[in-house]
């Protein structure tokens, strides 16, 4: 088995979830005269490529620390939504079915292309990666309910709409380009669609039902765009912890990562050497 990693770069300038703690590390010893370097490093948990855990919304849920293995790893799909979905737009789940193979128990990772516009990307946009990237209603969380998911990721800041967020008071000019999109697109203003009753609600109606997510996935996803896979999550064994920085991959057989490997030599690469985002609308 080889590794596809769908993680994106961590460091001093990737952007945590607007108004949370970046990354911040500082040396407190060098190798002269101390023999070693040592590090001490600050952060919140929503920076780069996390884990939301049930606590971060819901009081009596599980920490991270209580996610077993066999809950983060599994059989998923990853479902390429860049053709269906552009600024401030909904995903619905016939967007989702129409494209890939979506079985009960799966992880779904949704592949907005919005990782276009990440910090490691070549066209990155913080404002467009956090604020404009698209999101669900409440028919899809409903779906994902009746389809008994375990966990879903999203390539973007949130996997809310973020007109669906406080986002939506603290950008007013973004805010206000938003409620173009859905008086054109919806026939209905902003706070017609997402009324108080919706709010956050792959954060707060999804998290007691156990239904998680992660965000700001990256690497080298747009390798795998619409197949099935085995996924794993892996954040800290953090007890008490709301959310965690996660490594999250794709295991594949080594003929398919022979492929594959081929398959990104088509790709340009970002100076870390992950696929540059080839999405279809963006």
């Known amino acids: 088995m080889k590794i596809i990693d769908l993680s994106i770069p961590l460091g001093i300038g990737t952007p945590p979830w607007p108004t949370y703690e970046p990354l911040q590390v500082k040396y407190f010893k060098r190798l002269a005269p101390n023999g070693a370097n040592g590090q001490l490093v600050t952060h919140s948990n929503h920076i780069g490529t996390h884990l939301d855990g049930e606590i971060h919304f819901y009081t009596p849920g599980k920490d991270i620390a209580s996610l077993d293995f066999d809950y983060l790893f599994g059989p998923g799909v990853i479902v390429d939504l860049s053709d269906a979905s552009g600024d401030y737009e909904i995903y619905t789940s016939k967007m989702v079915e129409e494209r890939a193979d979506v079985r009960e128990g799966d992880i779904l990772l949704i592949h907005t292309g919005y990782h276009r516009y990440g910090w490691d990307q070549p066209k990155a946009d913080e404002i467009r990666y956090m604020v404009k990237h698209p999101g669900p209603d409440r028919e899809f969380a409903?779906?994902?309910?009746?389809?008994?998911?375990?966990?879903?990721?999203?390539?973007?800041g949130s996997a809310d709409h973020p007109m669906n967020t406080i986002i939506r008071e603290w950008m007013p000019r973004q805010a206000k380009e938003a409620e173009a999109v859905f008086q054109a697109k919806y026939g209905k203003p902003l706070a017609?669609?997402?009324t108080d009753d919706k709010y956050q609600l792959m954060h707060l109606d999804m998290f007691p039902e156990g239904i998680i997510h992660a965000e700001c996935l990256g690497g080298d996803i747009d390798l795998l765009l619409n197949e099935r896979v085995e996924i794993g999550c892996f954040p800290w064994r953090f007890v008490d912890g709301e959310?965690?920085?996660?490594?999250?991959v794709a295991f594949v057989?080594?003929?398919?990562?022979?492929?594959?490997?081929?398959?990104?030599?088509?790709?340009?690469?970002?100076?870390?050497?992950?696929c540059v985002c080839q999405s279809a609308q963006l």
């Open 243 to 248: 959310a965690s920085i996660s490594r999250i």
């Open 253 to 274: 057989d080594d003929d398919r990562y022979e492929a594959l490997m081929k398959k990104k030599k088509s790709f340009k690469l970002t100076k870390f050497g992950d």
């Open 192 to 194: 017609g669609v997402f």
């Open 142 to 156: 409903e779906w994902c309910r009746k389809k008994k998911l375990k966990w879903l990721g999203v390539d973007c």
